[in-house]
């Protein structure tokens, strides 16, 4: 669709993908691309930490302290990866919260909830395919737009 816009394009369809200028960002983390992919599909909503923990872990979660220090190690990760892009104030960080600045981010999902024909053409019933916390969302668009 739009992965080859300027600045910063989220895909959220199909596999989550985020680009910069075309190309495809690398994170330091697996866990920081699914924290961001988690904020994104807030759409601007925050989220405490351990809401996020709980999602990203799954049962796994905890509020155990070494967990609560990777977590910490994988916002440090998104920081510097968006730092490093220039769009560091897409995070939006609170005492114990995080969201986006959505209306700082082109992304598919977005646009669909806009109705943009383009970008509800390239949905085919996955979002976010590789988080299992994302399933949820495909039936609240497929019901919205099909």
Not at 50 to 68: F, P, V
Not at 128 to 142: C, F, H, K, T
Request: aromatic fraction near 16%; charge should be negative; hydrophobic fraction near 35%.
């Amino acid at each position: 669709m739009e992965s080859r816009a300027d600045g910063l394009y989220v895909r959220c369809f199909g596999n989550f993908e985020v680009f910069y200028n075309g190309e495809i960002v690398h994170f330091g983390r697996n866990k920081s691309k699914e924290l961001f992919a988690y904020l994104v599909d807030r759409k601007g909503a925050s989220a405490t930490n351990s809401e996020i923990r709980a999602a990203l872990w799954g049962d796994r979660a905890s509020d155990d302290d070494n967990q609560k220090r990777y977590f910490s190690q994988i916002v440090f990760s998104l920081r510097e990866t968006l730092k490093n892009l220039g769009e560091e104030d897409v995070l939006i960080q609170h005492r114990d919260s995080y969201a986006v600045m959505a209306d700082h981010i082109k992304c598919d999902y977005y646009l669909a909830e806009e109705y943009d024909l383009k970008a509800l053409s390239v949905f085919e019933g996955e979002y976010m395919s590789q988080y299992e916390w994302a399933e949820e969302r495909i039936g609240y668009i497929g019901q919205k737009y099909i």
